[in-house]
Structures are given as structure tokens and as C-alpha cells.
């Protein structure tokens, strides 16, 4: 079974950084769409980023451009966030996942949330 589990959360105060992992397990990712995800309370689920981790092609949310960087470790199997000048608005329970779909990443519809697979989360809070 695919299993993905971040890690990396934590407080942080604003204008800071951190670094979200996420570790794939369960097959191989060498040629999968994966994405970085966040909802805050009260608000909607948020694509962030997101990398076919074929090419390392990568997109990102406005919100977060010129701030946030996704990259994948096809060796590793593991998916990264590196977050700079982080906001208070950038606290939210942060996601990983992972699609099959070449699709998912070039067409775009990984911006709306549908990929196969998900990870539990990870928190992220900025004061």
C-alpha cells in the first residue's frame, strides 16, 4: 500500500523558516505527480506546490511564489518544502500526496485537491 508521512511542522516565528519531508513508501515515485497541500481552520484545503518528479517540472500557488520551494529526492523517495519568509497566514495543517497521472501536474488539476493518495499532515504554525 502507498504510505506517505511528513514531518518537519512546527512553530516558527514570522519571517522564518522550515523544511517539510515527506517519505514515500509502498512503490515508487519516480514518475508520479506530488504535491504539497495546506487548510487552515474554517478555510479550504490550499495546493501549494507541486513537482512531477520525472522531469522535477514544479508549480506553485501565488500565495506562496518567490517564498516556497518543492523538491523531490527520486532515491530517497521523499518529497521536501523548503518554506522561507514564512507569514501567519501560512499556519495550517500541511499535507503531502501523490498521483499517478502525469495529468495531475501538467494539466493542473492538482490544484483542486484530487490526487490518489495522502499523507496525515503535519503542523505548521507562524507568530
Known amino acids: 500500500d502507498v504510505q506517505l508521512v511528513e514531518s518537519g511542522g512546527g512553530s516558527v516565528q514570522a519571517g522564518g523558516s522550515l523544511r517539510l519531508s515527506c517519505v514515500a513508501s509502498?512503490?515508487?515515485?519516480?514518475?508520479?505527480?506530488m504535491g504539497w497541500f495546506r487548510q487552515a481552520p474554517g478555510k479550504e484545503r490550499e495546493g501549494v506546490a507541486a513537482?512531477?518528479?520525472?522531469?522535477?517540472?514544479?508549480w506553485n500557488a501565488d500565495s506562496v511564489k518567490g517564498r516556497f520551494t518543492i523538491s523531490h529526492d527520486n532515491a530517497k523517495n521523499t518529497l521536501f518544502l523548503q518554506m522561507n519568509s514564512l507569514k501567519p497566514e501560512d499556519t495550517a495543517m500541511y499535507y503531502c500526496?501523490?498521483?499517478?497521472?502525469?495529468?495531475?501536474?501538467?494539466?493542473?488539476?492538482?490544484?483542486?485537491?484530487?490526487?490518489?493518495?495522502w499523507g496525515q499532515g503535519t503542523q505548521v504554525t507562524v507568530s
Open positions: 509502498g512503490g515508487t515515485y519516480s514518475d508520479y505527480c
Open positions: 513537482i512531477y518528479t520525472n522531469s522535477g517540472s514544479t
Open positions: 500526496a501523490a498521483d499517478h497521472r502525469t495529468n495531475a501536474c501538467y494539466l493542473g488539476s492538482w490544484r483542486t485537491g484530487r490526487m490518489d493518495y
